[in-house]
Structure formats: structure tokens, C-alpha cells
């Protein structure tokens, strides 16, 4: 059974950082591709970042780019989000999710496996 656990989540200020974990098993972890996504209350789930299963390409919502950075240890079985210069609109929920398929022209993500989520808040 595929299990992704995320960690790392929490409470942060304005202009902080934090990094989330997503540590996967029940699978082979490098044929997959990777997600992050987000969602915060009222809101429907918004893409983040992904990275192909070699780590090599990447994608990023306009929201979070030059601030996040998508990043995998295939030894690990593990994908990162570093999130630097945090705002309070980064607060949500953040998902990691997997996918069999990566559109190398896109950022196109289907996940075929999900996270049960780690809560990040900023604070203003």
C-alpha cells in the first residue's frame, strides 16, 4: 500500500522559512514523479511545485517562485519544499502527492497518490 507522510509543518512569522518532508513508501519512489500542492479554507487544492523522478526538472506556481524550492533525495524515498520568505497568504494545508506520469512540457500533474497534509501558518 503507497503511503506518503508529510512533516514539518507548523507556525511561523511573516518572513520566515520552513521545510516541509513528504517520505514515501509502497512504491518505487524514483519512477514517480512529485508534488506539492496547497489548500487553504474556502479555497480549492492549488498546485505548488513538482520535480520529474530524476529531480532534474521542475515546476513552480508563479505564487511561489524565487521563495520555494522543490527538491528529492531518491536514497531517501523523500521530497522537500523549502519555503523561504514566507507570507500569511502561504497559509494552508500542504499536500504531497505522487505521480506516474510527468508532462515534461507542463505542469500538468495528476496525482495518483496523496498526503493526508501538514498545516503551515504564518503569521502577519
Known amino acids: 500500500q503507497v503511503q506518503l507522510v508529510e512533516s514539518g509543518g507548523g507556525l511561523v512569522q511573516t518572513g520566515g522559512s520552513l521545510r516541509l518532508s513528504c517520505r514515501a513508501s509502497?512504491?518505487?519512489?524514483?519512477?514517480?514523479?512529485m508534488g506539492w500542492f496547497r489548500q487553504a479554507p474556502g479555497k480549492e487544492r492549488e498546485f505548488v511545485a513538482s520535480?520529474?523522478?530524476?529531480?532534474?526538472?521542475?515546476y513552480y506556481a508563479d505564487s511561489v517562485k524565487g521563495r520555494f524550492t522543490i527538491s528529492r533525495d531518491n536514497a531517501k524515498n523523500t521530497v522537500y519544499l523549502q519555503m523561504n520568505s514566507l507570507k500569511p497568504e502561504d497559509s494552508a494545508v500542504y499536500y504531497c502527492?505522487?505521480?506516474?506520469?510527468?508532462?515534461?512540457?507542463?505542469?500538468?500533474?495528476?496525482?495518483?497518490?496523496w498526503g493526508q497534509g501538514t498545516q503551515v501558518t504564518v503569521s502577519s
Open positions: 502527492a505522487a505521480a506516474s506520469t510527468w508532462y515534461s512540457n507542463s505542469p500538468r500533474f495528476e496525482a495518483n497518490y
Open positions: 509502497g512504491r518505487t519512489f524514483s519512477s514517480d514523479a
Open positions: 520535480t520529474s523522478s530524476s529531480g532534474t526538472r521542475r
